[in-house]
């Protein structure tokens, strides 16, 4: 049997690239993590039903709580307000009273007893020796207690200078009677020791007790001192002159050394004739210089013990 041609093979078939391509899952067919996230969604819904049952029980008490809160602190801010309006009063007195301190400086020292000084009402009197020419006796007094006010020590100060001033005449007046009418300072001296060696002086009134310290002072009969006055511008004028002399001895020495100093650093073959007479003239001039500086000291002595009843002796020369 004779066999036909053999049939050719079909060609080959591409394959189609869709074929092998898996399936998108279906979103409604359960898969393994659905049970997992309906799980937690099951859990999610149960806590946040819990949370709202407990802020449902927890919200009554957190308000009551919080009302009982308030009300405390209005009561305690009700009990502290007067303890806080002292405390800030007394902060700001605290404060203003640095602030003060800081602008006046340091504080002053603490009060003392208080004190009044009076005058007499007048000038005191007294007579001197040979009861022609007076006195006149200036006073100061100064007054002390403890435990008075000021006023009231300036009442008893008043209420007592009277006296007080009786006493300081007497013993002014008994020292007065041994003392010259010129010598003022004499009996201010004497005055003065006398009230320094007593006690301060004791008044008493109603139970009060001041004391009072006097010091005082001396002043010339006006007649006394027009008499005085030409021997004391007499005094005055010897004094002055006496400066004077004792000023040109010095500048008159000093120039005699600067001579010597001169020619003690010249040989003798070298020194002038000139220099020689200058110096000379110079020696010459120091030592009428220094005898008239002694001449006028004699004479101011002189005029000095013997007082106004001497005359002034003519000036002597001096040679320049």
């Known amino acids: 049997m004779a066999d036909g041609p053999a049939e050719a093979p079909p060609p080959p078939v591409a394959p189609d690239p869709d074929q092998h391509r898996q399936a998108a899952p279906d979103a409604t067919r359960p898969g393994r993590w659905a049970r997992p996230v309906r799980a937690c969604r099951r859990s999610a819904t149960r806590l946040a039903a819990g949370a709202r049952r407990v802020t449902a029980r927890l919200t009554p008490a957190a308000r009551r709580f919080a009302t009982q809160l308030v009300s405390a602190a209005r009561r305690l801010a009700t009990r502290l307000a007067p303890t806080t309006r002292r405390l800030w009063r007394w902060l700001l007195t605290v404060a203003r009273t640095v602030d003060t301190a800081a602008k006046q400086g340091p ?159 010249l040989p003798d073959g070298d020194v002038p004739e000139t220099v020689r007479e200058e110096l000379a003239r110079a020696r010459e001039r120091t030592l009428s210089e220094q005898r008239a500086a002694a001449r006028w000291s004699s004479e101011l002595l002189r005029q000095r013990h013997t007082g106004p009843e001497s005359e002034t002796e003519p000036e002597p020369e001096v040679s320049g």
């Open 107 to 265: 504080a002053p020292p603490p009060p003392q007893d208080p004190i009044e000084r009076r005058e007499p009402a007048g000038p005191i009197t007294v007579f001197a020796r040979g009861y022609v020419f007076t006195f006149t006796i200036r006073a100061d007094l100064t007054w002390r207690s403890q435990g008075l006010r000021p006023d009231q020590l300036a009442w008893y100060a008043h209420y007592f200078l009277p006296p007080a001033s009786q006493r300081l005449t007497s013993i002014a007046a008994d020292l007065a009677r041994t003392v010259a009418p010129h010598r003022a300072g004499e009996l201010e001296a004497q005055l003065q020791r006398k009230l320094a060696q007593q006690e301060p002086w004791s008044f008493e009134r109603g139970g009060q007790t001041v004391t009072c310290r006097p010091r005082a002072w001396v002043q010339l009969d006006e007649r006394v001192r027009q008499a005085l006055q030409p021997y004391w511008e007499r005094v005055i004028a010897l004094d002055c002159r006496h400066e004077e002399l004792l000023r040109r001895a010095r500048y008159a020495e000093q120039l005699n050394r600067r001579w010597s100093a001169i020619l003690a650093d």
